[in-house]
């Protein structure tokens, strides 16, 4: 039965661990509780087919004790592990007459990791197959300096002058962080911009014609009102000149 | 190449030489070398690798605590078409963190239960070749039993569900 979580929130993490392990793929596969293509096992480890390979010839190599990642290993393990994460591949390279394999480790999800059981891939690789590439970025000589002096204390390196950059190292992290984050941003911003120019230069189009049809409307009532004053004005002349001309016409009487 | 006289030189000891590379994945990818001019993993013996592969744990861990990384990926490129660039063989350990624009997802390949059986196979036989076991476990000698009296046992009973009108 799964537990609720509530009950999951009050456990212990070496509950957690447990009941993780209880639903792990890999501990039943390890166990046998789960079929495989079981390829070698020995006292540390156990190696199988990868059903949802990479390339034809790739091989799982799980602890057969449940770990999540590698700092949580014994060393024998982890050391026994890569040796025969080597042969493996000597293997792989002999059985299929390849040129090249990868051993690969993701150590946390943001690594890629996908499984809580901790694994080591090795898989064949052939040219351009596009599997994997590691990417590289040049550094400035400066902030490299920065990161070895960060980190010499760490690994017990020559006695250097070390100075305190350790702030230095995780500031030029964070500042790397948010220059290409800026930079996104600067690239989303114009793009907007463009966009807002676009829209602001078809509303003044629009703008532009509407204010043309207006005035040509306007034009038009103007005309309208002009030639109705016209008429109305000839109107007027008409019946003036009407009363004159009965005026006239009484004169006219008056002298007959 | 001579790991020694990069200018990103960690430390140096018989076995390895830890370096940050001109060209890093993310700041603070790691490449420990091995210390001799091997090339190919094949080359380079299993005390050397069970060193730098403890060696490589370490600076995993490293990377965790100081570097402010929320995970790591350990790769060896093992040879031109795996991508490997340098003469000298070497494990890079490569610091995560969120949107450092790194993926290393695959695609899967669509195979079927009878390539993957046949690929099984052909890497077993190699496999068997070449790991020597120095005393075959005995949990795998007993599974090897539990097996056959399985398999025993199935047949019995088909057997069984065949005699059955
Ligand atoms: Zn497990």
């Known amino acids: 039965m799964q537990p609720t979580e509530e009950e999951l929130k009050k456990m212990s993490p070496e509950q957690l661990l447990e009941l993780q392990k209880q639903n792990c793929i890999f501990c039943k596969i390890i166990a046998g509780e789960i079929p495989s293509k079981k390829l070698y096992q020995d006292e540390h480890c156990v190696a199988v087919l990868d059903i ?34 080597k042969e493996l591949s000597h293997a792989i390279l002999k059985a299929f007459n390849a ?21 080591i891939h090795v898989f064949q690789r ?42 230095d190292a995780q500031q030029f992290i964070e500042d790397k962080k948010e220059l290409d984050a800026e930079i996104q941003e600067e690239k989303e911003e114009k793009k907007e911009e463009t966009k807002q120019v676009v829209q602001l230069k078809k509303e003044k189009k629009s ?23 016209m008429d109305d004005e000839e109107e007027e002349i008409e019946k003036e000149e009407k009363t004159i001309a009965l005026d006239l016409d009484k004169i006219g009487d008056l002298f007959a | 190449m001579n790991p020694e006289t990069e200018p990103g030189l960690l430390f140096k000891d018989e076995n390895q030489i830890a370096v940050l590379p001109l060209k890093p994945a993310t700041p603070g990818h790691i490449q420990l070398f091995s210390a001799q001019p091997f090339t190919i993993l094949e080359q380079v013996p299993n005390a050397v690798i069970e ?27 093992n040879g031109i078409p795996a991508g490997q ?6 494990m890079h350990i490569i610091p995560r963190r969120e949107n450092d624009g790194l993926n290393f997802q695959w695609n899967p390949l669509k195979l079927s239960e009878d390539d993957l059986n046949t690929i099984f196979l052909r890497l077993e036989e190699f496999t ?5 076991q120095k ?6 000698q007993q599974e090897e039993k539990k097996t056959v009296l399985e398999y025993n046992q199935e047949n019995y009973l088909l057997k069984q569900l065949r005699r059955m009108p």
């Open chain 1, 126 to 167: 052939k040219q351009d197959d596009g599997i994997l590439t590691i990417p590289a970025k040049p550094i400035s000589e400066k902030d490299l300096m920065t990161l070895k002096n960060h980190l010499l204390p760490f690994v017990g390196g020559e006695k250097q002058q070390v100075l305190d950059e350790k702030k």
């Open chain 1, 207 to 229: 703008e532009k014609k509407k204010k043309r049809k207006q005035k040509i409307e306007d034009d038009f009532d103007k005309f309208d009102k002009k030639e109705k004053e």
């Open chain 2, 135 to 140: 005393e075959k476990s005995k949990i795998i």
């Open chain 2, 51 to 77: 060193t730098m592969a403890i060696t490589a744990n370490k600076l995993s861990t490293v990377l965790f605590d100081h570097l402010n990384c929320q995970g790591t990926n350990i790769i060896i490129e």
């Open chain 1, 52 to 85: 949802n390979p990479a390339s034809e010839g790739h091989v799982l190599l799980l602890p057969k004790d449940h770990y999540q990642i590698l700092p949580q290993m014994p060393e024998e393990v982890i050391a026994r592990m890569f040796v025969v994460a």
């Open chain 2, 85 to 90: 660039t340098s003469s000298r063989f070497s």
């Open chain 2, 128 to 132: 068997n070749q070449i790991i020597i």
């Open chain 1, 99 to 119: 040129k090249g394999t990868n051993i690969f480790v993701a150590n946390g999800a943001i690594a890629g990791q996908r499984a809580p059981h901790f694994m």
